[in-house]
């Protein structure tokens, strides 16, 4: 893969650290395939018709459960949807949401300790672990590493994602329409497809790593790194044609009321009957 894109038409080439940044991290080493296919990430919620061949749905499976996954426990499951009506009945759950309804695959990842319970049953064993928090904690762990490997299989293979985090709006609802037993949750969903020509999105930029990265102990961003952020998230809003409002005050609205949640303010009610057998 080059290292290089275009994100305007006016043929000014930026390296892909610098679009991932908002500049140039002369530190970030691009030139490496897997590197620059993982900084070239973009959100797709724009599909066409065409069909996800199940060659590379499984490619991309098993490049899940190429994933590490704690005391090799495996404790997740995938529903793969596309039958359009189901996906439909799905959608509804999800807030309707237009790329659910494009994308050719929806695949709903699923914390799943059901299977290791019932193996824990079939030996006769206490199975005290399974009350505790930490026991839906490393299914979700699990479930969240090993999506992320199948989309960036999914994205090597020419397929654009999205990750869609409304599977877990009506999570009990949903959990019902798919049958899932006790002790098995939905964490993320995930839809793919070919990205439309027509539609297409650039790299988002991130926060500097100096946000993120703390050198031995905890650091508080200051207001001066969040700001630059600001303005750098202010020029890809306007570039995108959307207002350009930065990032600070976008993350105080989405966070602003349990309202925004859309009914995930229930998710860990749900969690505790799942994971305690009941339903």
Not at 32 to 50: G, Q, W
Not at 132 to 138: G, N
Not at 144 to 168: D, H, K, M
Not at 250 to 272: I, P, S
């Amino acid at each position: 893969m080059s290292l290089w894109v275009f994100p305007d038409g006016n043929g000014h080439r930026m390296r892909i650290n610098e679009v991932r940044y908002g500049e140039t991290d002369a530190t970030v080493r691009t030139g490496n395939a897997v590197v620059d296919h993982m900084l070239m990430h973009r959100t797709i919620r724009r599909f066409t018709s065409d069909p996800v061949a199940e060659a590379d749905i499984r490619t991309a499976i098993a490049a899940a459960q190429s994933a590490a996954t704690s005391s090799n426990l495996q404790s997740w499951s995938v529903i793969k949807i596309t039958d359009p009506a189901h996906k439909r009945e799905v959608n509804r759950l999800c807030g309707n949401q237009g790329q659910i309804e494009e994308a050719p695959v929806m695949l709903v990842w699923l914390a799943d300790q059901s299977r290791n319970y019932a193996i824990g049953q079939a030996y006769d064993t206490p199975l005290e672990a399974f009350d505790y928090f930490e026991s839906m904690m490393l299914g979700t762990v699990d479930t969240c590493i090993a999506a992320q490997n199948s989309a960036l299989a999914f994205e090597a293979l020419g397929y654009g994602t999205c990750f869609i985090g409304a599977v877990r709006d009506n999570a009990a609802v949903l959990s019902s329409l798919l049958k899932l037993p006790a002790r098995c949750a939905p964490v993320t969903g995930l839809v793919v497809g070919r990205p439309h020509p027509r539609h297409d999105t650039d790299i988002k930029p991130r926060l500097a790593q100096e946000v993120v990265v703390h050198d031995e102990f905890y650091r508080m961003a200051g207001r001066q790194e969040i700001a630059a952020y600001d303005h750098v998230m202010s020029q890809f809003q306007d570039k995108q044609g959307m207002v350009p409002v930065g990032w600070s005050s976008a993350v105080a609205a989405r966070l602003g009321t349990k309202g925004v949640l859309h009914g995930r303010d229930r998710y860990m009610e749900f969690l505790r009957a799942a994971y305690m057998g009941v339903r």
